[in-house]
């Protein structure tokens, strides 16, 4: 039986979060708008969750 938070009708974990607070990768950036979900502990990352050495996946510094 899924928990529901204060907000009417809105799912949450057994942590108490909602599907739209988690962020998997704890990167700052929640996992429905974390287009780099696996991104490494402590690296810096952009508002889309993805960090240089992920966006520069060729190695080629661009």
């Known amino acids: 039986m899924p928990l529901y938070s204060?907000?009417?009708g809105l799912e949450i974990d057994a942590n108490g979060c909602a599907e739209d607070e988690i962020?998997?990768?704890d990167?700052?950036?929640v996992?429905?708008?974390d287009q780099c979900p696996d991104t490494n502990a402590g690296?810096?990352?952009n508002?889309?969750?993805c960090s240089?050495?992920?966006i520069d996946?060729?190695?080629t510094g661009r």
Request: glycine share 8%; no cysteine; hydrophobic share 25%.
């Open 6 to 8: 204060a907000t009417p």
């Open 23 to 25: 962020d998997t990768d």
């Open 27 to 29: 990167d700052g950036v």
């Open 31 to 33: 996992d429905q708008r």
């Open 43 to 45: 690296e810096i990352v």
């Open 47 to 49: 508002k889309k969750g």
């Open 52 to 54: 240089e050495a992920q």
């Open 57 to 59: 996946e060729d190695a």
